[in-house]
């Protein structure tokens, strides 16, 4: 692979050989695959080799759940390039079933063994990149871990195994273990195959970024849509045709997926002396170099910096992994690029709705000590008067008392990933309530409200913060009504009778200006609406006429709806309202 750039002089008789720079990558997919590609834009003279021990170095890692259902109607059509096109349209070298067993820095030099074959060699290199991912944590203190009907969901060999077994067993009841994104998606998508599906988390929620208020709105929908849902369990054995959780409950699972997370692949970099951080992945520097400057590492497999903690974290997600390597790439051929860490934005589909999120949520902010507070609305995703109009659940988590914005969750049927895309950017920019505020973002009926659910939830967030109002997060609410509390719903009576707290005075907001006597002033009382919009302006109004001790009520009784619905069923608890409201 020896290939020169030829430079003629005018003045001289000479020729001046270049050699061209030589880049080994191990493994594909969204890290390897974009180093390569990258350095090809780059040098279309370099040499560039891309090892893979899997069958295919480029496919849809992504897209691989959806295979299940038929979204994607053929395995086949994730695998995105095979070696001959790396080969014909980029002049790569991509083999595939070859694995790098070792890596000899000192020589600069990987041993590579062709697993069809059974034979090593040696390839030299000028710069090595390293993009080998992750693996699917399979715990050995699970008893028959090892069965063969226990898959995990990392490559397309992975999916046309289960296809295989599925259709081979005539497979009906299926156990997903683990309520993240893989687990949620594989859950969704064996549903909707027709499948009988149990999905087992051993947190309390699902969608570990989010809050527990927002996750509940997600058990619900995948209750509503048939998956048994067991939270707080873990699988301790798998049997035959059944797993055996924690608390000896036994599941039917004639197939089993394990979705409880990833370890980063390090053996190989440790092996030859690459030094891991302290989460156990790689560890890089600002250009993604190891301790050895001639190799760089990238992906699932490194350990990156969040940039509102600092602290170091592992973020095993497609986006950051190709910036990851076009930084990577730059960087060996002396090209500037910035890396400001990773703030973690991701969102995921789940039936009806659609969840985002970024940056941090509250249980980050305490970890780390932040003084914080948040905005709840629940907003139209568009103009109520059109077609498909839903509400959005949306909540703001900010700094005091600077206003600095510090992430965002979104749950609902609409838009909800464009929204959690605006507060990523806000995120990346230091802005502040202030600065969201007066966000100009474009508008039509048919996409937004005139006034977006984003800036909407900094002006509620500005008023939190300049203690225009005080609040009661959703969470509390059962407390309050368990004790008894004053609590007083402001809509009108119609709807009052078709649901409301079980301790709830009805004074609607067309009344209360007349019933303010009925409205006592020695004890707190807390008030809500539906969303929340109508209880803070008869808040607004009461804090004029002498009331000190009023609060809304966030989220009000669509948020306690949803909050409350899935631990009434799953524990047989008595609900605080009388009937639930989620339109």
Excluded at 229 to 238: A, F, M, N, R
Excluded at 554 to 573: C, H, N, P, Q, T
Aim: charged content about 25%; some cysteine; overall charge negative.
């Amino acid at each position: 692979g020896q290939k020169g750039e030829y430079d003629i002089s005018s003045s001289q008789d000479e020729i001046i050989i270049q050699e061209s720079m030589k880049i080994v990558v191990v493994g594909g997919v969204a890290g390897g695959a974009s180093v390569a590609a990258r350095a090809r834009r780059i040098d279309e003279t370099a040499e560039v080799i891309m090892f893979e021990r899997g069958e295919n170095v480029s496919f849809s890692n992504c897209c691989l759940p959806f295979a299940l259902s038929g979204i994607v109607d053929n395995s086949d059509k994730l695998v995105l390039m095979n070696p001959e096109e790396f080969w014909n349209k980029y002049r790569i070298k991509a083999l595939v079933k070859h694995e790098v067993t070792e890596i000899h820095p000192d020589k600069k030099e990987v041993v590579v063994k062709n697993l069809v074959t059974g034979e090593s060699f040696t390839e030299s290199y000028d710069k090595l990149a390293l993009s080998p991912g992750a693996n699917a944590i399979l715990p050995a203190s699970i008893k028959g871990i090892d069965r063969e009907n226990v898959f995990v969901v990392k490559n397309v060999t992975d999916i046309k195994k289960i296809e295989a077994f599925v259709a081979a067993k005539n497979v009906n009841k299926v156990t997903v273990v683990g309520g993240g994104f893989i687990g949620l998606e594989v859950a969704e998508n064996f549903c909707e195959a027709g499948k009988e599906v149990n999905l087992v988390e051993g947190l309390p929620q699902v969608m570990k970024p989010l809050d527990e208020d927002m996750a509940q709105i997600l058990h619900k929908e995948i209750i509503d849509n048939g998956i048994n849902l067991y939270l707080g369990k873990t699988v301790t054995e798998v049997g035959e045709g059944e797993v055996v959780l924690s608390s000896g409950e036994h599941l039917p699972a004639e197939a089993v997926i394990m979705a409880i997370g990833v370890a980063p692949e390090t053996k190989l970099a440790k092996d030859c002396g690459i030094e891991l951080g302290k989460t156990g992945a790689i560890l890089v520097n600002y250009n993604y170099q190891t301790n050895y400057p001639d190799i760089y590492a990238v992906g699932d497999a490194i350990e990156v910096t969040n940039r509102l903690t600092n602290d170091k974290t592992r973020l095993p997600l497609a986006g950051p992994a190709q910036r990851q390597a076009r930084a990577a790439a730059d960087h060996m051929f002396g090209e500037s690029h910035i890396n400001k860490g990773v703030i973690g934005s991701s969102c995921i589909h789940l039936f009806g709705l659609n969840v985002a999120n970024t940056g941090l949520n509250e249980r980050d902010c305490q970890q780390h000590g932040y003084n914080y507070d948040f905005a709840y609305t629940i907003p139209g995703d568009k103009v109520g008067l059109m077609p498909d109009s839903n509400p959005l659940f949306f909540k703001l988590i900010f700094e005091k008392p600077t206003g600095r914005i510090l992430g965002a969750q979104a749950v609902g049927k609409g838009t909800v990933d464009k929204r959690i895309d605006v507060i990523a950017a806000m995120i990346s920019m230091n802005a502040t309530l202030e600065d969201l505020k007066e966000l100009e973002l474009c508008y039509s009926p048919y996409y937004s409200t005139a006034k977006d659910v984003v800036n909407h939830t900094a002006l509620v967030g500005l008023n939190l913060l300049h203690d225009k109002f005080r609040q009661v997060p959703v969470y509390k609410v059962r407390e309050l009504v368990e004790n008894n509390a004053c609590i007083i719903d402001v809509r009108e009576a119609d709807e009052f009778e078709k649901g409301h707290l079980i301790n709830a005075v009805n004074i609607p907001m067309s009344q209360f200006r007349e019933r303010l006597s009925e409205i006592p002033t020695d004890v707190p009382v807390y008030l809500h609406c539906r969303s929340s919009q109508r209880s803070y302006n008869v808040i607004c109004a009461l804090q004029k006429l002498g009331y000190t001790n009023v609060y809304n009520i966030s989220g009000s009784y669509l948020g306690i709806s949803f909050y409350e619905y899935y631990r009434d069923k799953a524990e047989g608890r008595k609900p605080i309202v009388t009937e639930y409201n989620f339109a």
